[in-house]
């Protein structure tokens, strides 16, 4: 084999090893969310951003992509943008909080499987794109399961959809900008700082903050709320630039599984509606998995994305 293709193989391995922590990592937040759940939500988003903005600094700094945020800045078209992200970010963020805190895992996860299937449907309905047959039915099939939840269950999926929604929406607002992944977390970031900030300030003056309250440890954590914010995207990020899109496709649903199996660790309450509605979401991930598959062998080699 030739240098060349040993380094492609190498930077395939390091790609692969890389994205399975940064899925793992997304996987097992609910963890980190449970170790805090005494903290209001809110105070916990607050925390995210506020922390976020340094450690974010110091990536930026370290990966000399100051010129990148930069010229976000003085864009003005690009940085109502990236504040139209920061809105659909930080709302997602905060519900996904508040479901881990209120033993709404199982739910939670159930977003971030059908985040990929709404996201193809939105671009049947707002960009007219065609469906192949292995996505419609996954698309039905996923349908079918949430109605299934919502009727048979009693249990209206609000978490789930609320947190697909807003990562679309996240998703579809990021596509317009021509900006990588860790420079546009840190301008989002910035953009909801002062807010964050204003809000914190206001805790601690009121003596109702749960930072610097006595307690050093659940402060800590609370600062840790900036690098498992940070960290994930940035080895997401490198790995994004070494990997395919079919693979990082397939990736994607190891967050949700170990959301799932965090859910039942917790002794989350799996109900026979949930287990139907699961089951039909797994077998649409499997049917559009399977159809991403093939549609990538009549297609020729993808370049891997230009931007982290």
Not at 83 to 104: C, D, E, G, K, T
Not at 194 to 219: E, H, I, N
């Amino acid at each position: 084999m030739s240098p060349s293709g040993q380094r492609d193989d190498a930077n395939a391995r390091n790609g692969v090893i890389l994205g399975l922590v940064a899925y793992t990592l997304w996987g097992v937040f609910p963890v980190y969310f449970k170790w805090i759940e005494d903290v209001a939500a809110l105070e916990v988003l607050t925390h995210r951003v506020v922390w976020a903005v340094p450690f974010g600094a110091l990536i930026i700094f370290a990966r000399r992509q100051w010129l990148e945020v930069r010229g976000a800045f003085v864009d003005r078209t690009m940085l109502a943008w990236l504040a139209l992200a920061a809105l659909s970010i930080s709302a997602n963020w905060l519900i996904y909080i508040w479901a881990v805190q209120n033993a709404r895992i199982f739910e939670a996860s159930l977003g971030y499987y059908i985040n990929p299937l709404m996201y193809i449907s939105i671009g049947v309905v707002a960009l007219g794109e065609r469906l192949r047959k292995l996505q419609v039915v996954a698309v039905v099939l996923a349908g079918i399961g949430v109605m299934y939840l919502a009727l048979s269950g009693g249990i209206f999926p609000w978490v789930a959809l609320s947190l697909a929604a807003l990562f679309t929406a996240y998703g579809v607002i990021r596509k317009q900008v021509a900006i990588g992944a860790m420079p546009g977390l840190f301008v989002e970031t910035t953009l909801l700082f002062p807010f964050a900030a204003v809000f914190l300030g206001m805790l601690m003056a009121g003596q109702v903050a749960s930072f610097g309250a006595g307690d050093t440890g659940l402060s800590s954590l609370l600062m840790l709320g900036g690098p498992i914010t940070v960290i994930p995207l940035l080895l997401f990020a490198i790995a994004a630039k070494r990997l395919t899109l079919t693979t990082l496709g397939f990736m994607q649903f190891l967050a949700p599984t170990l959301q799932f199996c965090t859910g039942l660790y917790y002794g989350e309450v799996l109900t026979s509606a949930h287990l139907v509605c699961f089951s039909c979401i797994w077998v649409a991930v499997a049917f559009f998995s399977y159809d991403a598959v093939m549609a990538g062998k009549k297609k020729p080699p993808q370049a891997k994305p230009a931007r982290a």
